[in-house]
């Protein structure tokens, strides 16, 4: 059973541009996270989603932010013309019901965002 | 609202003595508590959790923890540090009610360093 997979890994983009990130949950996970760690911080929430809705974006910038996890294909975080700020690294994490007690969360290893 | 100190940012042992990371946590309700462990560029690796079962928590690489209610901690200690074990550490709480099962909340991260 492959992990939390994200792609690409490493990401370059000039200001102005746009990112997508890309997350295949886990196998039977139909619940996806997106968190976003800056610089020496630690890792934010960003979005909640299940298949076809966002539960929970109350860590999403109001601006340019947008996550989508479709009935078919990975979840897509996108980021419209990105800004120096916008660099960090980007968590995808899967679980396989609503995370009640005892239930984990997965990470995948992460898309590294470079704005140039 | 839930919150998560750790009270060190930076911690160095020497290889083959004690490891302890400290972290203090705010909730509302009875909290999850996890330990997760990253490496230079890589995702997140779960250590261990407590779900309101023991309060002495084992996990892997002989890691554990213990929570300590009545002084809202949930440090993570080893009794012997290996070089391997250098890396970032990150105490999280996860949200308890509401629709966001999941919502993890993350500490600032402790940076372990081992010296031979």
């Known amino acids: 059973n492959a992990g939390v997979m994200q792609n690409p890994r490493h990401l370059v983009r000039r200001r102005g541009q746009e990112a997508r990130l890309r997350c295949s949950p886990m196998?039977?996970?139909?619940?996806v996270y997106w968190y976003r760690q800056l610089p020496e911080e630690g890792l934010k929430f960003m979005v909640y989603?299940?298949?076809?809705?966002?539960?929970?974006e109350s860590g999403m910038p109001k601006e340019r932010f947008s996550a989508e996890f479709p009935k078919e294909g990975p979840s897509i975080l996108r980021i419209q013309q990105v800004v120096r700020g916008d660099s960090a690294a980007y968590f995808c994490?899967?679980?396989?019901?609503?995370?009640?007690?005892?239930?984990?969360?997965?990470f995948g290893e992460g898309s590294w965002l470079t704005v140039v | 609202a839930q919150s998560v100190t750790q009270l060190d940012s930076h911690v160095s042992v020497s290889e083959g003595t004690p490891v302890l990371l400290r972290c203090n946590y705010s909730?509302?309700?009875?909290?999850?508590l996890f330990w997760y462990v990253q490496h230079p560029n890589k995702g997140l690796q779960l250590l261990l959790k407590y779900t309101s079962a023991a309060t002495l928590v084992k996990g892997i690489n002989g890691f554990e923890a213990e929570f300590k209610k009545s002084e809202t901690s949930f440090h993570l200690t080893k009794p012997s540090a290996h070089m391997s074990d250098a890396a970032e550490y990150f105490c999280?709480?996860?949200?308890?009610?509401?629709?966001?099962?999941?919502?993890?909340?993350f500490g600032q991260g402790t940076i372990l360093t081992v010296h031979p």
């Open positions: 909730s509302s309700y009875s909290p999850s």
């Open positions: 994490a899967s679980s396989p019901l609503p995370a009640v007690d005892g239930n984990t969360i997965y």
């Open positions: 989603l299940q298949k076809e809705n966002i539960i929970d």
């Open positions: 196998k039977g996970h139909s619940h």
């Open positions: 999280v709480v996860r949200t308890a009610g509401g629709t966001s099962y999941g919502k993890l909340t």
